[in-house]
C-alpha cells in the first residue's frame, strides 16, 4: 500500500541519511520536536489529529525491494548504504499528546528521539499528515462547536473538492475526530468505520417525469432513512409541498420521513419556513438539512438569522480546511538534541527560533478547566514560578498557587512499537469534545478569542538564550 | 489499491443507483458534463490535469468482493443490486479535452455518456481528481511563467504541507504538467518517473561540529549534485563564503558544486550579491535555488526587485493550490441530456444554470494563437455566426472571418476502454506549454487578465432559454 511506503519524503531525506551512514554519524542519538507556531484561522485553539496512523506507519516500516530498486535507479546511492537500508526499521521513542487533545503553539506535540537516520527520514510523513489532520479536525470542531450553538450537527460532505483521493478519505477522518458526526465518504466509512450518510443529487429529481415521482420513488426505496432535496425546481413552491405529500404517505405506511436538504437560497429564511410548515403538517421531527458552501462563519450566520437547521452538511471549506488562515498548517520539524546536546536553529526571528532541549510539556488545570500549559525540561511547575512567553521574553508572570498540573503528553512509542493498542476513532471524538469542553469559552470563540497561555519555565529560556548567545558568538 | 476503489464516491451516488436499478431506470441514456464557472487564482486561465490518472481509474473499475461486502453491511442494499454492482463495468464513451490543454469556465472539459447508472456513480471521483489536479497544474504555470519572466525555472517541495499523503502525490504530478522542472517527492517520483531532486536541510548542518565541515562532507558523497543550504548560521557572513570554499575544493578534484539554496531573508537582495560574488569567484555556473514560502507574486516580486535566482522552490503554495482564489476548484458534473432529451438544472442566477444538449467546444486559432472557444450543437461555427456570453445573453458578437476552427476536445474513451494509448507525462508538459504559448500576453497575466473569449452558439443558447422556459412554465 502506498500509504506505508517510506518514500513517501523528500529525496534530501535520503540523501542526508546516507551522508550520516558513509559519515558514520547515523546513529547519533538524535532528538526532533513537532509543532507550529501560528494556530490556523485565527482561532484559540487546535485539535492535534492524524497520530494513530502515524503510529501504525512507523511501526511498519521498511524498505522493499520495489523501494530499494527504483533508489539504486537514481545513481546516488551507494551498494552498502542500500544494503543498510534492507535491514533498516524504526527503532525510536516517540512521545506525543495524545489523538484529540487540544494543543497550542510553541509545545512540541511530538518528540522523537533515536538515531539520527530514522528520526530525519520520517520528517516528510510526520509533517504531512499531522498538519493536515490537525487543521482539518480544527475545523470541524469550529464548524461543530458553531453548530451547537443552534442544536445543529456536522456532517462532512466535500470528497468532490478534496486534495487527492485519499486526501479526502484523511479529511473524513479528521474531520470526526473533530466532532463531525459522519461522512459522505464511502471508503472513508470501510476504513475507518465512519458513519457514512447522504441524501440524493438534483439529477435524481431530472431523471423521473416529476419531482414528486422522483421523491415517491425514493422512499419507496429508502423508507426508513429518507432525506429529499427540495431545491430542483423550487424549494418553497414545489419541494417542500412534494415533501409533505411523500411523509404523508409514508406515514400511512407505518413509516416516517427522515430529513429535508436545501442546498440553496437563504438558508436561515428557508429553513424557518420549512421547519414552521414541517411542525404545522404534524412533521415536528423532520430533520432540516442544508448545504452549499458552508463554513463555521456561514453556520453561525444562519443561527443568528433564526435559521432552524438540524444538520450542516459541510464540504469544501471543511475537506480542504479553508478560510482565513486555513489551507495549510505550518507544522515544523526541528533537532532539539543530539548525543546528549542540546542544539536549536537560530534565526533572525525569535518567534522562528526553535526550543532546544528535551522537554516536558505540563498542563494546569484550575478545578476542571484547562488554564496554562508550560514547558520545562522534566520536572512539574511549581506555585510561584516565574515563567515566560516563547516568543517574547519580555513579558513573563508567576503560576499561581490554584493550578493542579499533569504531564500532557505520553510514551506512545518505544523501540520503534507502540507502548500501547491503537486507540479507536470514537475515543478520538470524545477526547476533543472533553477537551473543548475544558476550555474558557473564551478562547473557544471563533474570532478574536482569548490567547491560552503557553509559556517556558526558566531552565528552558535559559538554555535557549545561553544557546543562542554561543551561536552568535561562534 | 485504495486509488483504484470504486468506494471513492459519496453514499447517495450508490442509493441513487440502487434507486434506479429498481425503478429500471438505470439503463437510461445519460449523458453529464464536467465544467467550472469560475477560474482560480483570479486569473486568465486553467491547465486541465487529472484526465489521465482518470482513464485508468475508470477503464479499471469494478465491484471487488471486499466493496460489496462493505456495502452490504450499511443495511441499505438489496442482495439483487449487490449481484447486479458485481457485474457492472464502466461502458461510457468519454469526450475530453486532452490533458494538458488550456481551458475555461463553462466549456464543458469532460462529457460522460452511457447508462445513467454508470455515468452518475463515477462523479465524485472525477470531480475530486479533476478538480485538484487541474487547480494544481494551473498553479504551477502561474509559477513556472513568473519564474520564466527572470530565466527561472520551479521545482515542487510541497509535501509536507499537502493535504492527505497521496494529496502530496497528486499535487507533484499536477506540477509536472503546470511545466515544474521536477519535485523533491521520492513517491511521486516513482510512480510518475518525475525527476527529483533536493538540497539538505539546515539539521545537517547542526548534526556536524561546523558548517564547513557540513558543508564538505555533502559535498564529498554528492560531488556532482551538491546543492549547499546557506542559511543555517549566517548566509552571507559564513554560508557563502564556507560553500565557495567547497566550491574550489571540488574544482581542484574535478567536480563543480551544482548550487546553493537560501530559505530565508531577502531573497531579492541576498540572490544578487551571491550571483555577484560566486561570479567573481569563478563560479558563474553555480545555480542560486531559493525557497520560503513563494508563490508566483512573490516570484514576481523577487524578479522586480532585481533577484538573481535560477531555481524555485515552491512548496505549500503549490501542493495545496493556496492563494486568493485558490484551495479549490469548484468544478460541477451536470446532467446534459437523458434519453436523447436535453436537460437543465435551472436556478435563480442564470450563471450558475447548466447548458443542456450535447454540445461541441470549438477553438479558434488567429494564425497560431487561441482566440475564441465556442460551443455548438455539433458543428464547426462559422464567420458571421452572432454568439453570447455564457452568463449573459444581453453580451454578443459576431465570429469575425480571419479564425480557424478546430475541435478542442477528443473522444477518449468508447464502451468504456481508451481510444488510444495513455499520453506520457513529459508529452502532458509539452501541450501544456504550448498552448500557454499560444495565448494572448494578456491573458497568461498573473493580475487582472484579459478575459479569453468562450461562447455559445445561437443554437446552444435556444435551447438552454426554450427549456428554461418550459421548466419555469412547468
Redesign the interface.
Known sequence: ???L?P??????????M???F??D?HR?Q?T?DLYFRRLPFEGGYAVWAGLEPMLDWLQGLHFAEA?LD??AS?G?FRPEFLAALREWRFSCEVTAFPEGSVVFPHEPLLTVRGP?WEA?LV???L???L??QTLVATKAARCVLAAQAGGGTVLE?G?????????????ARAAFVGGAVGT????A???FGIP?????????V???PTELDAFR??AE??PD?TTLLLD??DTLGSGLPNALTVAAELRAKGHELGGVRVD??DLAYLSRVIRERLDAAGFPDVKIVVSNDLSESVISGVIAEGGRVDVYGVG?QLA???GPG??????VY??AE?NGRP?M????DPAKSSLPGTKAVWRGLDHDHFAWDVLTLGDAPHEGLRVSDPTNPLRSARLTSRLHWRPARDLVMSGGQRTRPAEALPALQARAREELARLAPETRRLLNPHVYRVSLAPEVSELRDRLAQE?RG?
Chains 1, 2 share one sequence.
Not at 470528497?159 to 479529511?171: F, H, K, M, T
Not at 459522505?184 to 471508503?187: D, P
Not at 536553529?345 to 533572525?348: E, Q
Open positions: 500500500m502506498t500509504d511506503s518514500l513517501l519524503t523528500d529525496l534530501y531525506q535520503l540523501t542526508m546516507q551522508g550520516y558513509l559519515s554519524l547519533q538524535a526532533f523501494d527504483y533508489l537514481l546516488q539520527l530525519q520528517e516528510t510523513a509533517l504531512n499528515t498538519n493536515f460532505f470528497a468532490r473538492r478534496a486534495q487527492g483521493p485519499n486526501g479526502a478519505v484523511s479529511a459522505s465518504n464511502l471508503e466509512g470501510r476504513q457514512v450518510s447522504g441524501t440524493h443529487a438534483h439529477a435524481w431530472e431523471s423521473f420513488a425514493y426505496f429508502y432513512s430542483t425546481v440553496s437560497g469544501t480542504t480546511a479553508g486555513g489551507g495549510a498548517l505550518g507544522g526541528k533537532l543530539l542544539r536553529k537560530l534565526t533572525g551561536l561562534h
